[in-house]
């Protein structure tokens, strides 16, 4: 089979069969008009990518590069070794290292002043709803004592139709609220909170995927989540739909996008009496359950605000 676009052999065959070279100028393209057309980063933006390690978000944090953005990137060990560990930081760091690309690090557990293993424990939900909620919390804080105007994450539309479908299986309040918010700009609608960016919104995981490979990127993602491929009851339902629907994931990611903002400041949200961080209850999720944790090192540290330990190349 040949190249749709330039009729040599081709060398990937996703949404249609390509070769190398015309896979990434398509791939980068996109990309670039939808950062231009939605205007998710301007000239005055200092912008954070947070990197797992994974294929997805080197993906995101190699595209805003290779398009000649400046960016910083954020690793963060988040105390769960299949997840994060001294490969996954050294994967993103010599990433960083080779592109010149200012590296950040933290681990949750410094962060937060807590051991992981109990945080998680009375945390009292499944690790990885706990891992996504502090995610939030670090990811926004640090973004904004930093300076950073936008902080780009590595989602892309099979993650989007991921979460369609368990908000629409939870029904939850809160899961259909997300929902409105996922867009690839989600706009700042308080001081506090940083906006986000999700430049792989309409690329799929098998794009990122041969992204990475064409680009000759080295991976290390997480092995229960973000390895290669996702294998979850969610991707398996995504895939089973997919078999019928080819083109699943990318028309509910048209849809969300193309649904109207409400664009309503969110006055409920108040300020955490413990950490300052924006919630809509007197005290923030991570604080309530930080509470219930033994700090990890009393002597020295500023009680239970904990310590932000930070280092930049
Ligand atoms: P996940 O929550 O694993 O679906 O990841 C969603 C996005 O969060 C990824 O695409 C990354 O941009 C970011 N991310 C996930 N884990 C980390 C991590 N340990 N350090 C930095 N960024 C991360
Ligand atoms: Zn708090």
Redesign the pocket.
């Known amino acids: 089979m040949q190249c749709a676009l330039c009729g040599k052999a081709k060398e990937v065959n996703i949404t249609r069969p390509l070769c190398g070279e015309c896979f990434l100028k398509d791939y980068e393209s996109r990309i670039r008009r939808l950062i231009q057309r939605e205007k998710l980063i301007t000239p005055q933006d200092r912008v954070l990518?947070?990197?797992?390690?994974?294929k997805?978000?080197l993906s995101?944090a190699q595209v805003l590069y290779t398009l000649g953005y400046s960016i910083a990137?954020?690793?963060?060990?988040?105390g769960v070794a299949a997840?994060?560990n001294p490969r996954?930081r050294n994967v993103?760091e010599r990433f960083c290292e080779e592109r010149d690309i200012p590296f950040y690090f933290l681990s949750f557990s410094e962060y937060l002043g807590v051991d992981m293993d109990e945080f998680f424990r009375k945390a009292r939900r499944p690790r990885?709803a706990t891992?996504?909620m502090l995610?939030r919390y670090v990811?926004n804080r640090f973004a904004r004592e930093n300076g950073f105007t936008k902080l780009?994450?590595?989602?892309?539309a099979d993650?989007i139709a991921r979460y369609f479908l368990k908000a629409w299986v939870s029904g939850s309040k809160e899961s259909f609220l997300w929902l409105e918010k996922l867009k690839p700009l989600t706009p700042s609608l308080h001081p506090r909170v940083v906006a986000r960016i999700r430049p792989?919104f309409f690329s799929l995981e098998q794009e990122n995927y041969a992204y990475t490979k064409f680009r000759g990127i080295v991976v290390a993602g997480?092995t229960m989540?973000?390895f290669f491929l996702r294998k979850d009851s969610w991707t398996e339902m995504l895939h089973r739909i997919e078999e019928v629907r080819r083109d699943f994931a990318l028309a509910v990611a048209r849809t969300l996008a193309r649904q109207p903002e409400k664009g309503e400041a969110n006055d409920t949200f108040q300020e955490c009496r413990i950490c300052g961080e924006p919630t809509n209850r007197e005290i923030c999720a991570v604080c309530r359950v930080r509470e219930r944790c033994s700090p990890l090192t009393p002597t020295g540290r500023s009680g239970r605000q904990g310590g932000m330990t930070q280092e930049a190349r």
């Open positions: 990518v947070a990197v797992s390690g994974g997805d978000s995101c990137v954020l690793h963060v060990d988040v997840c994060t996954t993103v990885c891992c996504g995610k990811f780009a994450t590595g989602h892309c993650d792989l997480c989540c973000s």
